[in-house]
């Protein structure tokens, strides 16, 4: 199997699956082998045996007294129903129970057997049965249990050994799915035993039970020792093989004094060797922030996994009490050892491990102290079972939440900042001064958050971040005016990207695109109001200022100017910010017409009817377009229409202004429309273009006319 495993994961995994229904086979064989009296026996308090349930349901509650076949009788006695024979303390109370497991096992082979009864009420009868082999719906769930912890153990370390056929731990650790599968399998045949089994068959088969317990514990040692960093030559890995080897040996030769030391203390050494393998591992990993989060995994699992198995089992023998559950349902502890130490050594989200091992290791920890608690309340106060049980709930639910949070603020929470203090650095970067500032701000502010050894700028990132490496590598998108970076060993190497981590960063980088989206219309914004001031100054202003310079006659000079005055008034005005209302504005206009019209020797008719939009605010770009344009209108009137008066109409109608400005001179020659226009009807023109409005020469009899209208965009 070795070698094809080297060969081809799938060969390796397939060979495990045979071997692995081989075994169940041969199990479940051996189990329906036994013949079987088709009852369900139970221990009575006195020592004797009762009869829990039959197939008839006729013999239920009765006291089994004797089997006898022939002349040969069997006093049947609690003890012969004992699931594993390791309970018993001493070599010579364990051979007197394969002896009564033999007597009894003679008398089931036989054909027809006689029990002795009594009744409930004292009455005691006699009745016939012939054993029968077991059939397979026979077999307790018990027997299932274990043979498939078995199976699935042997099948995990044969997937992880297939993916590493070149490690010593993965071979260690296909060496404890194969002893798994020996302590399962042997166990599951003789403590599911309806009453007795062949005293040569049970010996084989508690030492098989023994023999596999024992390689599982040297196995996980040898794990240990070479995973994730190999803390002894190859070598080295022989030296528990050999001492619990001999340990072993000595037991079964009986050269040690009691059962305790011959098969239970060894393996609770071997517990405490794991632990010390695992302490050893920490030493030598303390500065790889991946290997320990491996370790983390294997050393939590083997701790909660065997920790219980020998807490539940080992422990209370060693002690002389015993177990607290049928060994059967323990072995399932081994199999969430198995699963551990399996994503262990396939490196399995190590990343989310601490969150993860806290969250385990406090519920076990909890489960741990109601246990305890509910001992104590029961032996030193004189409370009963429920009361106590109760009393040890309440306590540890009240304790749970605080106690929760005061050790993960402790153990797991890191320092980082809080949501406003996040909120200000990423505006801080967001608004720098120039491209290299805002660079460096977001690389102070990754290294503020993760405290990463090594930060590595990118040709070509992801678009979004990623954790990679076994968590040793977080790698974020180009923003902020960085390139893509690459931080590796967070917490100057002393943690691991995680979940939430890459959550944090995710969150970061979508706010720093917001802002910096925001940061870069801010400037497209203040960057078109620059282009706007810089227009208006040179079309209105510069061009007013320059005509009044050319102007000879002193009074158009000086109209010149104050023309150009205005426009400054307007143009400040606009950099505030602040709107006007509509009735100021024409108001303001209507005042500026009749003093120019005035100055030329026109005459001005002006209508404005009220509406209740004269409250209304105006923005700059509107009352900026229309006083431009009206002043254009007033002053071709002035200039070129040779008029004696000048009407002008102001009214608003479906949120749109219209004005209406006409003479009665010669009228107009040139139509912006007719592509000939004056660069003043040109201006005026494109401006009221691109606040979509419209400019209109309407035809009258005499003279001439322009209409405007304006969409009212409110202040």
Partial sequence: MGVLGLRSPVVTVVAAVLLGLAALIAATAMALSTPRLGLDLAP????????????????????????????????????????????????????????????????????????????????????????????????????????????????ISAWVWAMRPGDWAARMFALTGLAMLIFTHAAAIYSTRELALDAGLFRVLTAANYVGASLFGVAMINVFLSYPKRVTPPPGLLVAPLIFGLWGAAGMLRLLPDVAISYHLPIVTEMALIVAAILAQAIAVRKDPASRAALLWLGLSVTIGAGAFVAMMAAPQVLGFAPAMPQGYAFGFFLLIHAGVALGLRRYRLFDLKDWAFTILFYAGAAAAFVVLDVILVMTLPLEQAPALGLSLLVVAFAYLPLRDWLWRRMVARRT??????????????????????????????????????????????????????????????????????????????GLFGRPHRKLARQLAAMMSHVQDSREAYERGVSEERRRIARDLHDDVGARLLSGLHTKDLPGAREAVREALSDIRVIVSGMTGDGLPLSQVVADLRHETARRLESAGLALDWETPATDADDALLDYRTYRALISAHREMISNAIRHAQ????????????????????????????????????????????????????LTFPDQARGAGVALSLPLSLA
């Fill in 643 to 694: 008029a004696s008066r000048v009407s002008v109409a102001v009214r608003v109608e479906n949120c749109r202004l219209h004005t209406t400005v006409s003479d009665d001179g010669v009228g107009l020659r040139e139509r912006v429309g007719d592509g000939v226009g004056g660069s003043g009807l040109r201006n005026m023109s494109r401006r009221i273009d691109e606040l979509g409005g419209e």
């Fill in 44 to 155: 009575a308090d006195d020592g004797g045996v009762v009869i829990e349930r039959d197939a008839a349901g006729a013999l239920k509650g009765e006291r089994l007294l004797s089997i006898a076949a022939g002349d040969r009788i069997v006093l049947p006695l609690s003890d012969d129903l004992i699931e594993e024979p390791d309970v018993i303390d001493s070599f010579p109370g364990r051979d007197r129970f394969m002896e009564r497991q033999q007597a009894l096992a003679g008398l089931l082979a036989q054909g027809a057997v006689e029990l002795r009864l009594r009744k409930v009420d004292g009455a005691e009868r006699r009745i016939a049965i012939s054993p029968r082999p077991a059939l397979i719906g026979d077999l307790p769930f018990g027997f299932w249990f274990q043979v498939g912890v078995g199976f699935g153990g042997l099948l």
């Fill in 417 to 494: 900042l809080e949501d406003h203090e996040l909120f200000n650095a990423v505006i801080e970067v967001a608004f720098g001064g120039s491209r290299r500032e805002r660079g460096d701000r977001w690389r102070e502010l990754l290294n503020r958050l993760f405290e990463p050894l090594d930060v590595t700028p990118l040709e070509n990132g992801p678009t979004t971040p990623q954790a990679s490496e076994d968590g040793l590598r977080l790698t974020l998108p180009a923003t902020a005016d960085s390139p893509a970076l690459a931080l590796r060993y967070p917490w100057r190497g002393r």
